[in-house]
């Protein structure tokens, strides 16, 4: 299967996938990641990228007119790549109307707390702030909301009474990588479907 993968920042997740991708190999994985795009340049996701020799490439908002035309300059550029699956890797941009009719129901998203808690750009700090004993990270398929599409898997973390946001974070960040490697390998060698808010593995 091909994978396009979106990100906005370090790309860890990204590098979690190449590396199991090169370790098991393309064929027994289930996918190979075809291209990296991003809504901004000169992020270590994309420096990640190039490294593997993986093509990328960077849609801005603001090099567009409009939020419309720039969903639709988004959905242009990974439609090129012909991807069975999306992987939103700590992409921080919510996809528009055109990307969803184009990738909706093959558009897989990682969030940094166990939805539907503290949906949104701040998942780890939300659920500090709130005095969570237990928040995680939570493998999604994106719909026309903020996080919340149909959930896939979701990973556990206790919070720590010393924790910070940053600390809390990496912690969550090491359960992440794991599950996001696993969930898109099964969803890519198995097959899936989506039973309104079920998803179903084959
Ligand atoms: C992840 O925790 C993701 O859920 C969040 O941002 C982080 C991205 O990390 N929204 P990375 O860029 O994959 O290192």
């Not at 370090?10 to 393309?26: F, V």
């Not at 994985?29 to 901004?40: F, K, P, S």
């Not at 999306?86 to 969803?100: H, N």
Request: charge should be negative; charged fraction near 25%; include cysteine.
């Amino acid at each position: 299967k091909r994978l396009v993968v979106l990100v906005s920042g370090s790309g860890t997740n990204l590098q979690a996938l190449l590396d199991e991708i090169a370790a098991l190999g393309a064929e027994a994985y289930g996918a190979r990641v075809v291209a990296v795009g991003a809504d901004r340049s000169g992020v270590e996701g994309l420096a990640r990228a190039e490294r593997a020799g993986i093509p990328t490439f960077v849609c801005r908002v603001k090099d567009h007119g409009s939020r419309e035309e720039w969903d639709g300059a988004l959905t242009a550029a990974v439609a090129g790549h012909e991807p069975d699956l999306v992987v939103s890797a700590g992409f921080m941009k919510i996809v528009g109307k055109e990307f969803l009719a184009r990738f909706g129901g093959r558009l897989v998203n990682t969030h940094p707390a166990l939805l539907p808690s503290f949906p949104g750009a701040h998942g780890v700090r939300d659920a500090l702030a709130y005095g969570a004993k237990v928040t995680g990270c939570t493998v999604h398929f994106v719909d026309d909301g903020v996080d919340t599409g149909p959930i896939i898997a979701q990973g556990v973390v206790e919070v720590r009474d010393e924790d910070d946001e940053s600390a809390l974070h990496e912690r969550i960040k090491e359960v992440e990588r794991r599950l996001l490697v696993e969930v898109v390998g099964r969803l890519a060698r198995n097959g899936y479907r989506i039973e309104g808010r079920k998803v179903v593995i084959q």
